[in-house]
């Protein structure tokens, strides 16, 4: 079993920036991968960036290219999400999930265990 719990999120204008963190506790995390998705209102919920297990391997969709970035600590069991440049449509309930294969993938079907969510609301 693995626990997630994201933090970080928040209200910032355009162009501002947050730090989003997900600890994770249960299974070794530095056995698995990690992503992040988000989902807008009305909207399916979305791939954002993807990290393997060692670090090696990032991915990000291309809307957050050059802006988001995903980093890992495996020694605080932590992964963390910079999101620099935020425009309105960021706007989401932003999650963590872990994918035990530990390789990333952008596929939300190959995540194992989500945690709950944070809000990031960004304001124009």
């Known amino acids: 079993q693995v626990q997630l719990v994201e933090s970080g999120g928040g209200l910032v204008q355009a162009g501002g920036s947050l730090r989003l963190s997900c600890a994770a506790s249960?299974?070794?995390?530095?056995?698995?991968?990690m992503g992040w998705f988000r989902q807008a209102p009305g909207k399916e919920r979305e791939f954002v960036a993807a990290?393997?297990?060692?670090?090696?391997?990032?991915y990000y969709t291309d809307s957050v290219k050059g802006r988001f970035t995903i980093s890992r600590d495996n020694a605080k069991n932590e992964v963390s999400l910079q999101m620099n440049s935020l425009k309105p449509e960021d706007t989401a309930v932003y999650s963590c999930?872990?994918?035990?294969w530990g390789l990333g993938t952008t596929n939300l079907n190959a995540y194992n265990y989500w945690g709950q969510g944070t809000q990031v609301t960004v304001s124009s």
């Open positions: 249960g299974r070794a995390f530095s056995s698995y991968a």
């Open positions: 990290i393997s297990w060692s670090g090696s391997n990032r």
């Open positions: 999930a872990a994918d035990l």
